[in-house]
């Protein structure tokens, strides 16, 4: 297995990061520093639903820091959420760009949804606080976690997600379904390709695999955080098994007192981010 730890690794990538353009707490231009710092040889941007954080990065990024353009998009299969993370795509694509116009539009839709759960659970935050905490970034439950927070409902945005937010809980409130083939399909015609995160978060994903492969799905997301050895080495198994692209990264955000996501913590080599240029570059010719 290869390493996966930090350290002047020039030829690392952390395929997974977040800005405050989503729900994560650094800057584009502060990430990128970081990255820098860490001595990473290029980091993915994958904000939920915008490519704002990318394309402010890319305008500052230092010529040693490779800098790939990157989304994640959350699906859902019979319920169960399945995020898609894409990469290398074309960023001002115009279809894709409507997708994740809509997708950010539902997302404030569901967030005024939740805030009004909470207020019926006696536990109220504004909606005001949660755009106010939001930014000018897509909103997402984090934001109204860290509300739940600031109101003193909560201790922690663990305990949000826990007793209110995560799936299952009072408050939880569902988006409209966007099918992993929808986002395989947009990705693609924007000339990038669709990777499966973090595949443990959701359950049944040996069972849709093969449909995902059959809509095109070109990697899978191997190396994470919460995945030991053992694990990596069965999604490995599995990757290959099926031809998929071998990804990694840390699902930074920046939450500090998240072990183990720190950025850089873990890595894949830089050629895997060739590897699915060229997967890219093998299907516009088919
Ligand atoms: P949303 O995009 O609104 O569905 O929120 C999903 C995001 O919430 C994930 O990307 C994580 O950043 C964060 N999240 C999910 N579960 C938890 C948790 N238990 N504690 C902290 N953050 C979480
Ligand atoms: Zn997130
Ligand atoms: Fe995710
Ligand atoms: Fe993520």
Redesign the pocket.
């Known amino acids: 297995m290869e390493p996966n730890r930090p350290g002047a690794t020039a030829d690392r990538a952390d395929l997974h990061t977040?800005t405050s353009a989503?729900?994560g707490l650094l800057a584009p231009a502060q990430l990128v520093a970081l990255a820098a710092q860490r001595g990473l040889g290029a980091i993915a941007i994958t904000d939920?639903?915008t490519v704002d954080g990318y394309l402010q990065a890319r305008e500052l990024s230092d010529l040693r820091l490779r800098l790939v353009p990157g989304v994640?998009l959350?699906c859902a299969v019979d319920g169960v959420?399945v995020?898609i993370l894409g990469y290398g795509f074309d960023p001002l694509d115009t279809e894709l760009v409507a997708l994740l116009g809509q997708r950010s539009g539902q997302?404030l839709d569901?967030?005024a949804e939740i805030v009004e759960r909470l207020q019926s659970l006696g536990v109220p935050v504004s909606m005001e606080r949660v755009r106010a905490i939001a930014g000018s970034g897509?909103?997402?439950?984090?934001?109204?976690?860290r509300a739940l927070v600031e109101a003193g409902h909560v201790s922690t945005?663990?305990d949000?997600?826990?007793r209110y937010?995560?799936n299952g809980r009072p408050a939880y409130v569902e988006?409209p379904v966007l099918t992993p083939e929808r986002a395989i399909a947009a990705l693609h015609r924007a000339a990038g390709v669709a990777v499966l995160a973090h595949p443990l978060y959701s359950p049944t994903y040996r069972d849709f695999l093969p449909a995902l492969v059959e809509s095109g799905l070109d990697g899978m997301e191997v190396h994470y955080p919460d995945h030991n050895d053992a694990t990596r080495a069965r999604l490995g198994a599995l990757a290959e098994r099926y031809g998929l692209i071998q990804t990694g990264g840390t699902?930074f955000?920046a939450?500090f007192g998240?072990p183990g996501r720190a950025l850089g913590d873990v890595t894949v080599p830089v050629a895997v981010i060739d590897r699915m240029a060229e997967r890219a570059e093998g299907r516009s010719d088919a």
Do not use: K, N, Q, Y
């Open positions: 977040h989503s729900d939920h639903d994640e959350s959420d995020h997302r569901r967030a897509t909103v997402g439950r984090p934001h109204i976690a945005v663990g949000a997600f826990a937010l995560a988006r699902d955000h939450d998240r």
